[in-house]
Nanobody, 123 residues
Framework: VQLQASGGGLVQAGGSLRLSCSSS??????MGWFRQAPGKEREFVAV????????YYSDSVKGRFTISRDNAKNTVYLQMNSLKPEDTAVYYC???????????????????WGQGTLVTVSS
């Protein structure tokens, strides 16, 4: 099983980027995104549940980021709008099948990870 993330780059504050994460070899109920800024812990960004089509966001990105999923392609997207310098981080996609509601926002709950893609937002 491999998760392949792409779409990072350099953008000015207020701009937009779209990240993609494709899963090869397996379909997951939960696919989401975490991020890690230099010197900080990995933090939850958003997650999409396949079974009920629900999505969940961290408070820091709610209203600016949108997670979506193409089940036919086993791909999850993160549309990031109104980007801020504090959004600068390496973004990781994560996936798993066996999660409960209280663990969806915890990086330690996920068994499968992509390689990370760097997002840099300049002021």
């Amino acid at each position: 099983v491999q998760l392949q993330a792409s779409g990072g780059g350099l953008v000015q504050a207020g701009g937009s980027l779209r990240l993609s994460c494709s899963s090869s070899g397996r379909t997951f109920y939960y696919m989401g995104w975490f991020r890690q800024a230099p010197g900080k812990e990995r933090e939850f960004v958003a997650v999409f549940r396949k079974n009920n089509l629900s999505s969940y966001y961290s408070d820091s990105v709610k209203g600016r980021f949108t997670i979506s999923r193409d089940n036919a392609k086993n791909t999850v997207y993160l549309q990031m709008n109104s980007l801020k310098p504090e959004d600068t981080a390496v973004y990781y996609c994560a996936a798993d099948n066996n999660l409960i509601m209280t663990s969806m926002r915890s990086a330690s709950a996920y068994d499968y990870w992509g390689q990370g893609t760097l997002v840099t937002v300049s002021s």
